[in-house]
């Protein structure tokens, strides 16, 4: 197992160095022109060449990507070219928001499609219209938009129902912001003893949460009903039967390697969520790193563009070994690959 886990996070760093170069070198393709958007197109040409000089861009290509990289080995991405703050403590302000959000919103998907997954496996709801309301809704929940279900429950559960708070922030214009601890306001307000800020927070969350968890709950149901339905026929638990072993350990046999095939779809969901939540949380308020990303973006800031692609990139391939090494820890076949 110790073998497995380092030959996956070996895998790591390969990967992070052709995404980071991809990256630099498709924004220096691009047609668009950062200096022009900065300076203005009015500007003179001692203007101009000032501020690509500043930025750095009069160098050569190879130059700039070794600067670079210089700058991910002693753990920065440069400045901001809109703040002039340093790219990694932009990123720790907005990165904990996202986090939080696709984090919950994840666990919730599990808690409730798991379950609703293994009933509609095996075919025994109570009645046979819920089974069959079941099937329905694993091919509905996620068939739409995210931002257009965030738009319908802030209208039912804010607008009519009334019973979550107005999509403005994480926070209530009244609540007392805790002094940073960990960057994670979940965590933070728990560690200060701000119980009132902490149930704020979870509030305000509540509705985002609730919006991409719907939209994942979908395939999470359809990958564990197909993983349970397979497994249950298979020539292991047959023997197991005409062994006469309990129905319980059959069971328990059963849903562990039924899980396998979900915990993947886990690993792939997080990652579709880290760079997709940018949505969700413009509807919602949320200045989580995918407004941040979006609007660096938009005005061609570099460094910021550069540093939020490779941070996303480190944390969906963890994401993802962390699934493989539970998913090997579920069926031991897989360590033996």
Same mark, same amino acid.
């Given at each position: 197992?110790?073998?497995?886990?380092?030959?996956?996070?070996?895998?790591?760093?390969?990967?992070?160095?052709?995404?980071?170069?991809?990256?630099?070198?498709?924004?220096?393709?691009?047609?668009?022109?950062?200096?022009?958007?900065?300076?203005?197109?009015?500007?003179?040409?001692?203007?101009?060449?000032?501020?690509?000089?500043?930025?750095?861009?009069?160098?050569?290509?190879?130059?700039?990507?070794?600067?670079?990289?210089?700058?991910?080995?002693?753990?920065?991405?440069?400045?901001?070219?809109?703040?002039?703050?340093?790219?990694?403590?932009?990123?720790?302000?907005?990165?904990?928001?996202?986090?939080?959000?696709?984090?919950?919103?994840?666990?919730?998907?599990?808690?409730?499609?798991?379950?609703?997954?293994?009933?509609?496996?095996?075919?025994?709801?109570?009645?046979?219209?819920?089974?069959?309301?079941?099937?329905?809704?694993?091919?509905? @929940?996620?068939?739409?938009?995210?931002?257009?279900?965030?738009?319908?429950?802030?209208?039912?559960?804010?607008?009519?129902?009334?019973?979550?708070?107005?999509?403005?922030?994480?926070?209530?214009?009244?609540?007392?912001?805790?002094?940073?601890?960990?960057?994670?306001?979940?965590?933070?307000?728990?560690?200060?003893?701000?119980?009132?800020?902490?149930?704020?927070?979870?509030?305000?969350? @509540?509705?985002?949460?609730?919006?991409?968890?719907?939209? #994942?709950?979908?395939?999470?149901?359809?990958?564990?009903?197909?993983?349970?339905?397979?497994?249950?026929?298979?020539?292991?638990?047959?023997?197991?039967?005409?062994?006469?072993?309990?129905?319980?350990?059959?069971?328990?046999?059963?849903?562990?390697?039924?899980?396998?095939?979900?915990?993947?779809?886990?690993?792939?969901?997080?990652?579709?969520?880290?760079?997709?939540?940018?949505?969700?949380?413009?509807?919602?308020?949320?200045?989580?790193?995918?407004?941040?990303?979006?609007?660096?973006?938009?005005?061609?800031?570099?460094?910021?563009?550069?540093?939020?692609?490779?941070?996303?990139?480190?944390?969906?391939?963890?994401?993802?070994? #962390?699934?493989?090494?539970?998913?090997?820890?579920?069926?031991?076949?897989?360590?033996?690959?």
């Amino acid at each position: 197992m110790k073998r497995y886990i380092l030959s996956r996070l070996a895998q790591v760093i390969p990967q992070v160095i052709v995404v980071a170069i991809v990256t630099f070198v498709l924004l220096r393709l691009l047609p668009a022109n950062p200096v022009e958007g900065i300076v203005g197109p009015t500007a003179t040409k001692a203007t101009y060449d000032q501020e690509q000089q500043k930025l750095g861009l009069s160098a050569s290509l190879l130059s700039q990507l070794g600067r670079f990289f210089d700058e991910i080995v002693h753990g920065g991405f440069g400045n901001s070219w809109q703040t002039n703050v340093p790219v990694t403590t932009e990123i720790g302000q907005h990165l904990p928001i996202t986090l939080q959000l696709i984090t919950m919103a994840t666990v919730v998907a599990l808690i409730v499609g798991i379950p609703l997954g293994y009933v509609l496996s095996t075919g025994r709801g109570p009645r046979r219209r819920q089974h069959r309301f079941l099937r329905i809704f694993s091919l509905f @929940a996620g068939s739409q938009p995210d931002f257009w279900w965030g738009l319908v429950f802030i209208y039912l559960f804010f607008f009519l129902v009334r019973i979550f708070p107005a999509p403005l922030g994480i926070l209530s214009p009244a609540a007392v912001a805790p002094q940073p601890v960990t960057g994670f306001i979940l965590i933070d307000s728990l560690l200060r003893g701000q119980v009132g800020t902490f149930a704020d927070a979870l509030d305000h969350f @509540a509705l985002p949460v609730l919006t991409l968890a719907f939209v #994942v709950v979908g395939p999470i149901m359809r990958m564990t009903s197909q993983g349970m339905r397979s497994e249950v026929n298979a020539d292991y638990v047959l023997y197991a039967r005409a062994c006469g072993l309990p129905e319980r350990r059959i069971a328990l046999s059963i849903i562990r390697n039924g899980l396998a095939p979900v915990l993947t779809l886990t690993g792939v969901l997080f990652g579709v969520l880290l760079g997709g939540a940018v949505l969700v949380e413009t509807v919602f308020s949320l200045n989580g790193l995918g407004v941040y990303t979006l609007q660096s973006v938009l005005a061609l800031n570099y460094p910021s563009i550069e540093g939020s692609v490779v941070v996303m990139t480190t944390i969906a391939l963890l994401v993802y070994i #962390v699934m493989d090494i539970l998913h090997a820890l579920l069926d031991p076949r897989v360590r033996s690959r």
